[in-house]
């Protein structure tokens, strides 16, 4: 076999009407701000390659789930509150990784960036949240708890001028950060 190194990888990612990949199909490499265009509802996916966020409601709102190579056989136990009706494709970054977080809304209070992850901002910059943020490299998943653990909201390159409003209202604060790197299929954190 030759090196196949040097070939773009080809994201994929296969959704289900039903639970454990039954019922329609439709897959995807690009975004999708509406999966009802396809499916009547979405309980299930596969993800041949990549890296994807989904979301349980249309145009990238609501609740969020990172997702990558694998198998994902029901959405209610991932704690998604109903079908996924959305997902991103999420690209592959090469290079440096950079964010400044904002303890207030419209980057106020303090401010901290940071260019790796940081499993706490309250133990890190003894910040006891970060509602604003500034993405200038890299795509970025944000955690409701520390130890990126809890619901979580993917940020890309941006400004994002108050943390609540976007997507999932009902995360009162996010006080972890990972990054998403290169190779998704590797990352086993």
């Known amino acids: 076999m030759g090196n196949l190194n040097n070939k773009k990888p080809f994201e994929m990612i296969i959704f289900y009407e039903d639970r454990n990949f039954q019922g329609r199909s439709y897959e995807t490499s690009s975004d999708c701000p509406e999966l009802t265009s396809y499916l009547s509802r979405c309980n299930s996916c596969r993800v041949e390659s990549g890296c994807f966020m ?8 609501g609740n969020q789930y990172f997702v990558r190579r694998g198998e994902y056989g029901d959405y209610q136990r991932m704690g998604m509150s109903d079908s996924v009706r959305s997902c991103r494709n999420i690209p592959m970054h090469k290079g440096q990784f950079r964010m400044q977080v904002y303890e207030r809304e419209n980057f106020g209070g303090q401010m901290h960036e940071m260019m790796d992850d940081c ?28 130890h990126f653990r809890g619901r979580q909201m993917y940020v890309r390159p941006g400004e994002y001028r108050n943390l609540r409003e976007m997507g999932n209202s009902s995360v009162n604060r996010y006080t972890s950060m990972k990054r998403v790197l290169d190779s998704c299929e590797s990352q086993h954190h």
């Open 119 to 146: 499993d706490s901002i309250q133990e890190r910059y003894r910040m006891s949240d970060c509602q604003s943020c500034n993405v200038m490299e890299g795509h970025w998943l944000m955690y409701e708890q520390p």
């Open 54 to 61: 989904v979301y349980d409601r249309s145009n990238f709102q």
